[in-house]
């Protein structure tokens, strides 16, 4: 019982490269997040996936980019790094249905941009 | 936009002693839910309240819903270690399926 995944569990790179972070879930979950954690603000949402095809953008979108091409697949995109990009990310997921469901979360990236 | 205010965004206490976070929000919430991220791990979920006025207790952990459904606490009696880490809010509006988390609130527990 795999459950939710993240890979990789940490990452240093440089301004201006592209890193992408990955998220594997492996219950068929409808929904899945990606939030990012910096102190002081909690956990933020950058993108949301209702399901396969379709995203959306959270409260922090600008600098990421997202796809889902698979249920239980959700890739997180920085396109171009910079220094405030410095964060802990979570993915998660739910099963999503009327109201927000438990969310659950994976083990988190620590992503540093130097 | 919207909002979910959490506070205190820290606190210290004498194992023993008792705990309290609250959560507020400016616009009524269709739920609220807690979790509990220990330190170096991921957020955990502990429960959701729903229904004005809702009160839910899972063992020395006490959570509560306002009845404007504006408001939430979380009060744990009597502290032990192992309540360390860091406790969120996040509520729900209008059942869009996203959650707006709080700040969280970090527990330190003197033993």
């Known amino acids: 019982d795999a459950g939710i995944t993240q890979s990789p569990r940490y990452k240093i790179t440089e301004t201006g490269r592209q890193v992408t972070l990955m998220c594997h879930q492996t219950?068929?979950?409808?929904?899945m997040f990606w939030y990012r954690q910096d102190l002081g603000h909690g956990l933020r949402l950058i993108y949301y996936?209702?399901?396969?095809?379709?995203?959306d953008k959270g409260e922090v979108p600008d600098g990421y980019v997202v796809s889902r091409s698979k249920t239980e697949n959700f890739p997180l995109t920085l396109e171009s790094a910079t220094r405030s990009q410095t964060s802990v990310y979570f993915c998660?997921?739910?099963?999503?249905?009327?109201?927000?469901?438990?969310?659950?979360f994976g083990p988190g990236t620590r992503l540093t941009v130097l | 936009g919207q909002q979910v205010m959490q506070i205190p965004q820290y606190q210290h206490v004498q194992e023993g002693e008792d705990f309290t976070t609250y959560c507020n929000s400016s616009t009524t919430l269709s739920n609220i839910q807690w979790y509990k991220q220990r330190p170096g791990g991921h957020p955990v979920f502990l429960i959701q309240l729903v229904k004005s006025g809702e009160v839910k207790k899972q063992k020395r952990l006490t959570f509560q819903f306002g009845e404007a459904k504006k408001n939430s606490s979380l009060h744990i009696t009597a502290t032990q270690t192992t309540d360390v880490g860091t406790y969120f809010c996040a509520g729900e509006y209008n059942q869009g399926g996203k959650l707006i988390f709080g700040q969280g609130t970090e527990l330190s527990v003197k033993p």
């Open positions: 219950w068929s979950h409808s929904y």
């Open positions: 998660a997921s739910s099963l999503g249905l009327r109201q927000a469901d438990t969310q659950y």
């Open positions: 996936s209702a399901a396969a095809d379709i995203t």
